[in-house]
């Protein structure tokens, strides 16, 4: 693997798992670590609704937002990126809102396979293409989409270069692919939480992504519950003590089977609400292996 990088851009951290079990919260700790550490930090969510324009309460758009120190959010929907797309290769915006904003094409485009998952994956690989506009950022966390979406959206540029051979598109893409393959700047945390579903669900997002990508990988199970507690020695004489029980079993169980993986693992602690970035700040990774 090369190590050779271009532009600012050091590191492409891309952050998935199954659905609800708190990716984005993960992708925002994780941003705002590298932020404390004095790295400069783009955190972008990818797909059609913004979590942290909720989280936040304040308008995350597609420009990047200053939300901390270090810190900026921006939000990539794939029409957003499909317009910084086109207007790098027709480089005048009316020729941009002539043939992509009639309802003709736009038809065209929301059923054109891969299409959209190209124009997401060109907008995070931009800086190391060296291709359109970006920021001067060191670290880019991408809130990305849930498991199996995610692996289309990784594994599309590849397919999109070997079925156009010829003309900027399948070229591009095959750049965007070199990037995820070869440029050793990518990053993978599968967000899981301590059950026996969304662990398994991990598992084999890991075991399908390595067949393509030699990406180091991490797992992040959220919702731990850090205690002392033996949960053999914890009675069963209240609903509340075989909650607790069944809890530590399953983080038990859950751990020993990610141990096999030989990954490490960090846990983001159970906490009763998660309201607003003073709370958020007060989170701390765990460290397991």
Not at 30 to 53: P, Q, V, W, Y
Not at 246 to 252: E, G, I, R, T, V
């Amino acid at each position: 693997m090369t190590t050779e990088k271009t532009g600012s851009l050091k590191e492409i951290h891309f952050v998935t798992g199954k659905g609800g079990v708190g990716k984005s919260t993960a992708a925002l700790l994780l941003a705002l670590k590298f932020a404390n550490s004095g790295k400069k930090t783009l955190l972008a969510e990818i797909g059609d609704r913004s979590f942290f324009s909720h989280f936040l309460t304040k308008p995350i758009h597609y420009q990047p937002l200053e939300v901390s120190s270090n810190l900026e959010i921006a939000h990539w929907s794939a029409e957003e990126c499909l317009k910084s797309y086109a207007l790098s290769l027709l480089k005048v915006e009316a020729l941009y809102r002539l043939f992509f904003e009639n309802p003709v094409t736009r038809s065209l485009i929301q059923v054109a396979p891969s299409l959209a998952e190209l124009a997401v994956t060109g907008q995070i690989t931009s800086s190391p293409r060296n291709h359109g506009p970006h920021g001067q950022h060191e670290i880019l966390v991408i809130d990305a989409y849930a498991s199996g979406h995610f692996l289309n959206l990784i594994c599309a540029p590849e397919a999109m270069g070997e079925t156009i051979q010829l003309g900027p598109m399948g070229q591009q893409s095959r750049e965007i692919h070199k990037v995820f393959q070869s440029s050793g700047i990518c990053r993978l945390h599968i967000v899981s939480t301590p059950e026996e579903l969304p662990i398994s669900e991990a598992l084999e997002l890991y075991a399908d992504i390595k067949k393509t990508f030699d990406w180091p990988t991490e797992f992040i199970l959220n919702r731990y519950l850090n205690t002392n507690l033996d949960f053999n020695k914890i009675k069963e004489s209240s609903l509340m003590q075989k909650a607790i029980r069944d809890k530590l079993m399953a983080q038990s169980q859950s751990l020993k089977t990610l141990n096999q993986s030989g990954l490490s693992t960090r846990t983001i602690p159970l906490i009763s609400s998660l309201k607003s970035m003073s709370d958020l700040k007060q989170l701390q990774f765990g460290e397991l292996k």
